[in-house]
């Protein structure tokens, strides 16, 4: 007599007394014998909740019951055949039309319509006591959240889990690179391609010490509270949708508990990296149906934040410059009140503003207020520094160039291996040459000031010139401006109505 036992624990209960895969398969094995079993075959489902009928060893025991195979089919208990009545008729079925039996070796169910029934409400009771387990388990850890102790250990970037305490401590050499992180997109306005560009240049291994750096982790960190010491539990709710799958949704705002742990940076650095992450999601080419002159350069005058492009219309929309805060929608869920501060044509601060630069070459007597000051003695630093850690990367760099040509010559690589190795080693070349020039631009700006009549003359030289296109006016610009802070200060609504602006320049 052919029989296959079935055994399965899952990831939650392994810990069980009782249903371990050796106490389940000892039970089976001797409950086979005494039915007078003579080939035993096995299926083990380890680490696999019975909640999904769509499990490895289960479907090998399905297939094979197909082809008549076995006579006996044993488990220890239903529970561990499917944890859903659906599920067990669904087994008992094709089991049954196998010509086989179906035993368990805990319990006895008598082949009757009283028997069967019993065996329906054990499914019943399956499905609640795993109904029990989801609410114990969410219970204990709502308690513990409740406590401040982390849950469990998501292994962030910058930090490393103390088990005994429940929480997270600072990791000071990971912790530098979070601030550094911070630093780019807060003081250099750098966005997440940029700052990938900048680790891997400097060679600084990402946080899964792979190859290179991502746009997904560097806006994971940016936009993870947990750098600002603060972590939530209970924010999503996960529902699991198959074996290796599960599906998230997020939890109503009252649900989640806030948890405490040392932070690597403060608040006010947070919420400024939050508002330049989406000033560069609002001045990203892809998101505008139109390119405007000074587009990223437009700052509040009433709160200091950056202004983005708003329309209003249908078929003929006008174009404005509005505060960032009346146009993200980060700042409806923050609570904050939005500025109150009145959109500005694009049309009228553009022309004005290059309009004023092209008049102000013939004046230096007015430049000097306009200057921008001189870069801090530590930025210098930091600069030189960068400068330094590119050089080492470039330098390795190029020794792996040499490696990898070496080793077709002596036909240790193919060339099409060679090929793809080269391409990667170009990219990343590339990149670092352009860096290098942006650092020693800004190396370069921080010599002495130059004269006012420098300044005009550079003035002069980027705009002086008839006919110009949109984007050489762009260009011009950028080369020589820094900021334009502006204010609309009349009173009139309306069509019809004549915008009156106050604008404050910053030239570089």
Known sequence: MNAAIYVRVSTEQQAEKGYSIDTQLEACRKYALELGATTIEEFVDDGYSGEFIDRPA???????????????????????????TIHLLIISEEISKAGAMRK???????????????????????EYEKEKIKERTMRGKRGKASKGLVISNAKPFGYTFDSD???????????????????????????????????????ILSPRAKKSWIVSSIHRILTNSLYKGVIYSMKYRYEKIGLSKKKRTLRPESEWIPISVPAIIDEFTWQTAQRQLQENKDFAKRNLKHDYLLNGLVTCAKCGRAMVISHSGCKEYTSYYACLSQRSSSYVYSGLEPCTARRVPTKLLDDYVFNYLLELCHSPSQIAEYIQALPKKENVQKNITALDQIAKTEKELLQQKDTLLRWFRQKMLTESEVEAQLKDLHRQLADIMQMKKSYESELTSTAPTRSVDEIASLIKLNLHKDNFSLEEKKTALRSILERVIVERIDNTRGRGSRPEINVHLKLK
């Open 58 to 84: 289960l479907t090998k025991l399905r297939k094979k019951l197909k082809d008549k195979l076995f006579h006996i089919v044993i488990a220890y208990a239903p529970d561990r055949l499917a944890r859903k």
């Open 104 to 126: 368990f070796a805990s319990v006895n169910f008598e082949s009757t319509s009283e028997g069967e029934l019993m065996y329906k409400f054990q499914g019943i009771v399956a």
């Open 165 to 203: 305490k429940s929480t997270y401590v600072i990791n000071e050499s990971e912790a530098e690179i979070v601030r550094m992180i911070f630093d780019f997109i807060v003081k250099k306005k750098m966005g997440t391609a940029r700052i990938c560009k900048e680790l891997n240049a400097r060679g």
